[in-house]
């Protein structure tokens, strides 16, 4: 049997991939046969990840980015290019949540242009760098490209005092759905994962306060928080030819938090 999901010869970055959500990805992807760079700015984070996803026998690099520096991203996406010769796929992952979150009425508009800037403008830059060589390579005669944006549940649902967060990951799901329009001619999708409560080093603190945990449990239907492991399957499909025919699409991996 043909296997729809084996990505060998695909090469796939993740930003953020050094941990969380993304790590999850990058795991999923370089099992089915990928090739991945995961970029993240930790320097020794990132290569523990290298080195933990090469022991499994994947082809991976790592490259120190910081997506709220247009320099950075150019550079990291040049080397990796170089490295791995080609980029199938983009997972723009990395993302931070409010510093500050409480009453919109006392929020510091820095705060705001600080997650517009890494959540919002980041993605869109690396998304741009990666489109130009997914066209580019369509009008060589080779129309494949997959652009992924980690979002959140939190773009659809009311997030209240973090509504800075909700509104760059809003913007996010419509950015992607504007670029998906434009670049299906080429064989390129553009899709958005929306993420509920995961386990990861972002919602550490929340999730050690017992009193939150005790208000949003019952709100999950399938009666646990998240882990990274439950992206990587959507990972994989996301960067099959699968998934060729879906595109603009915003999916929501959150345990049925949005619906309940
Ligand atoms: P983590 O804090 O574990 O991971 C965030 C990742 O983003 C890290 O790898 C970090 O790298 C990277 N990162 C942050 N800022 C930058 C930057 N400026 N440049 C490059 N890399 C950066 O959190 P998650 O895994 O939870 O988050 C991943 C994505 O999922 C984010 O976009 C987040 O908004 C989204 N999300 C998470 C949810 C959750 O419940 N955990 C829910 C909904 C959405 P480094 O450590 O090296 O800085």
């Known amino acids: 049997m043909t296997q729809i999901f084996d990505l060998s010869g695909r090469v796939a970055i993740v930003t953020g991939g050094n941990g969380g959500i993304g790590l999850g ?12 760079s995961i970029w993240g700015r930790n320097r020794e984070k990132t290569e523990a990840a290298v080195s933990r996803l090469k022991a499994t026998g994947g082809q991976v690099e790592g490259r120190t980015c910081d997506v709220t520096d247009p320099a950075s991203i150019e550079a990291a996406f040049a080397a990796t290019l170089a490295a791995l010769g080609r980029v199938d796929g983009f997972f723009a992952n990395a993302g931070v949540t409010g510093e500050s979150k409480g009453p919109f009425v006392d929020r510091d508009f820095g705060e705001w242009q600080r997650l517009m800037t890494a959540n919002v403008e980041g993605v869109a830059r690396g998304f741009q760098l990666a489109a130009r060589h997914m066209v580019a390579r369509a009008k060589a005669g080779d129309p494949f490209g997959r652009l992924v944006a980690t979002s959140s549940v939190a773009s659809i649902e009311g997030a209240a ?21 434009e670049l299906a001619r080429h ?12 386990e990861t080093d972002m919602t550490a603190r929340a999730l050690a306060d017992e009193k939150f945990v005790k208000a949003v449990s019952p709100r999950i239907p399938v009666r646990r928080f998240g882990t990274p492991a439950d992206f990587g399957g959507m990972a994989v499909f996301l960067m099959s030819r699968s998934s060729s025919y879906m595109t603009g699409q915003t999916l929501v991996i959150d345990g049925g938090y949005s619906i309940f």
Do not use: D
């Open 187 to 198: 064989g390129i999708t553009a899709n958005t994962i929306l993420p509920g409560w995961i």
């Open 25 to 36: 990805m990058a795991e999923a992807l370089v099992g089915a046969g990928c090739a991945v």
């Open 161 to 181: 005092y973090n509504e800075h967060y909700g509104a760059s990951k809003g913007a996010l799901n419509a950015f992607v759905r504007a670029i998906a329009v």
